[in-house]
């Protein structure tokens, strides 16, 4: 994520009334495993949702990022925006299991992790696409995908494996992999500040928001080409898949809310008021398994905010570390 400017004066003042302003963190009713990637304070936090406490903290390379689990849901890998591997403990209690150098400037910002057991990360820092396989053995083998100029800074795969997405934030496209082939097969210019990405459960419909134009595109995931723009709060800079995929939510920076889009008609149908203003920087959004939970990154106040998608109605804030802002949840 590149804040701008004016929100990072703001980031030390709102992490200071964080714990007067946190809700009582009891379950709700809720339960799994929340994992948290805390950028400012170079750690992984591993939360209990039942009671909203942190189980486990385990240090990380610097500014780690977003976040991906194992198909067998053993292993929590941390994507390392500054540095050069990904990082992969195990779920349980955040031990350490094994680290993976990708190269100079590798600069990964998101990994998805596939149920046939390999990674795709995106190499920002070298233009490129990562395919890791064994990622959580003794000997993880590492293919790279293209080179040169930006790289993918947030990505999806399909459910088969076989295509990956990815977004290009300073030239506003979206670039298509084909990872049977290991080749860049497609790179389309849609909008400004092109930064969101989403997929639907069956492949048919990849969404990308732009930061600057408040606006989501429908794109076909062949060919890139945009099928309709749907306007969103300010500064979607995250877009989250309801397990249904029968609605689509934008993380609003500019507006601190959520928009609601609803995948049949393509409009917005409600907008879900969260933290209330760009000053908690609130980004990161993801589901539970089930949808009826959202938890949404407040990384100026280092809290997850905790939301009942069938009300919209804000049900806690969860401390975590400093600046935390990469999520995954497990049952």
Known sequence: MRLPVAITAAIALAACSAASEAEETTSNGSDGTLFVANKRGASLSRIDLA????????????????????????????????????????????????EIELGENARVHAAIWLDDG?????????????????????????????????????VVVDDAGQYAWGTIIPEGAVVRYDLASGEETGRVEVGAAIEAIALSPDGVDLWV??????????????????RTQVPTGAVPIRLAMHPSGDWLVSSNFGGGDLS???TETNEVVRTIPVSGGEESVQV???????????????????????????TGEVLRRIATGLGGDGLAVIN
């Open 51 to 98: 009671s909203g406490e942190e189980t486990h903290r385990a240090e990380t390379c610097e500014n780690p990022h977003e976040l991906t689990v194992s198909p067998d849901e053993t292993m929590v890998m941390v994507a390392c925006y500054s540095g050069t591997s990904v990082q992969v403990y195990a779920t349980a209690d955040l031990a350490p299991v094994s």
């Open 118 to 154: 390999r990674v795709v990360a995106g190499g920002e820092g070298r233009g490129s696409l990562f395919v890791v396989e064994g990622a959580g053995s003794d000997e993880p083998s590492v293919t790279e995908i293209g080179g040169g100029g930006p790289g993918a800074h947030l």
């Open 209 to 226: 928001s732009s930061n600057e134009d408040n606006i989501a595109y429908l794109l076909d995931p062949e060919t890139l080409e945009t």
């Open 260 to 262: 609601v889009i609803d």
């Open 284 to 310: 990161t959004l993801v589901f539970s398994e089930d949808g009826e939970r959202l938890y949404a990154a407040e990384t100026a106040t280092d809290t997850i905010a905790e939301v009942d998608f069938a």
